[in-house]
C-alpha cells in the first residue's frame, strides 16, 4: 500500500460543512478505508500544530477523525502552561504519538462544567478564538478494526474530541468562538 499524505482543505469548501456520512464496521475493513485511515495518520503525523484530523479536512465526508496520543499529555491543571512547553517538543516528538481512531462517534456523557481556551483548526490556518466547551466528555465509537469502544476524557482530550465531533456535522470552531484572532503567517 502506498500511504501518501493529502492536501488539507481548507474554509470556505462545501465539504468542511456537509453532514459526514456513517460507516458499517464492514465499510470500516475495506481496502479503500483503511487505506484513507492510513493516509489521514501520515498526514496528521506530518503537521506540526495539529493534534486532530477529521475527515471532512480531507475531502471524505465519512464519520472519521483521528486524535494524538499527545492531546492526552496536554493538559494537567494549568493546561496552557502544558501546551506551550509541549509546543517545544512537538517537533521533535511528532512522529512517535499514536493516534487514536474514532468511527462514527457519538456523545454519550457530557459535564456541566465548562472551560473556555483558545483553539485553532488545520482548515482555518492562522486563525485563533477562544471556545467554551464542556470539560469532561464520553464518546462511543468504532475503532479501525470496526470494534465498539467507550472512552472517557477531559480537558485538552474532551475538548480536542468535541472540536472534531463538530467537523463531522459540518461546525468549525469560528462558528462556536468569542474574540477571534487572525495572526499573520
Ligand atoms: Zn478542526
Known amino acids: 500500500m502506498v500511504v501518501q499524505h493529502l492536501p488539507i482543505v481548507k474554509e470556505p469548501n462545501k465539504v468542511l460543512r456537509k453532514i459526514a456520512g456513517e460507516l458499517s464496521p464492514a465499510d470500516i475493513r475495506t481496502p479503500r478505508i483503511q487505506k484513507l485511515l492510513a493516509e489521514m495518520k501520515a498526514t496528521l503525523a506530518e503537521t506540526p500544530d495539529g493534534v486532530g484530523l477529521a475527515a471532512p479536512q480531507v475531502g471524505e465526508s465519512l464519520r472519521i477523525f483521528l ?39 457519538v456523545i454519550k456523557k457530557i459535564s456541566k462544567n465548562k472551560v473556555a481556551y483558545p483553539e485553532g483548526c488545520l482548515s482555518v490556518p492562522g486563525t485563533f478564538g477562544v471556545v467554551s466547551r464542556p470539560e469532561k466528555i464520553t464518546v462511543e465509537a468504532y475503532n479501525e478494526s470496526g470494534k465498539k469502544f467507550t472512552r472517557g476524557a477531559s480537558r485538552f482530550f474532551a475538548r480536542v474530541l468535541q472540536h472534531e465531533i463538530d467537523h463531522l456535522a459540518g461546525v468549525l470552531f469560528i462558528d462556536k468562538a468569542k474574540k477571534l484572532i487572525a495572526h499573520k503567517q
Not at 81 to 100: G, I, P, T, V, Y
Open 67 to 105: 486524535v494524538s496520543e499527545e492531546s492526552e499529555h496536554i493538559g494537567g491543571e494549568n493546561y496552557e502552561r502544558d501546551a506551550a512547553s509541549h509546543k517545544a517538543l512537538a517537533e521533535e516528538e511528532k512522529k512517535k504519538w499514536k493516534h487514536f481512531v474514532y468511527i462514527n462517534p
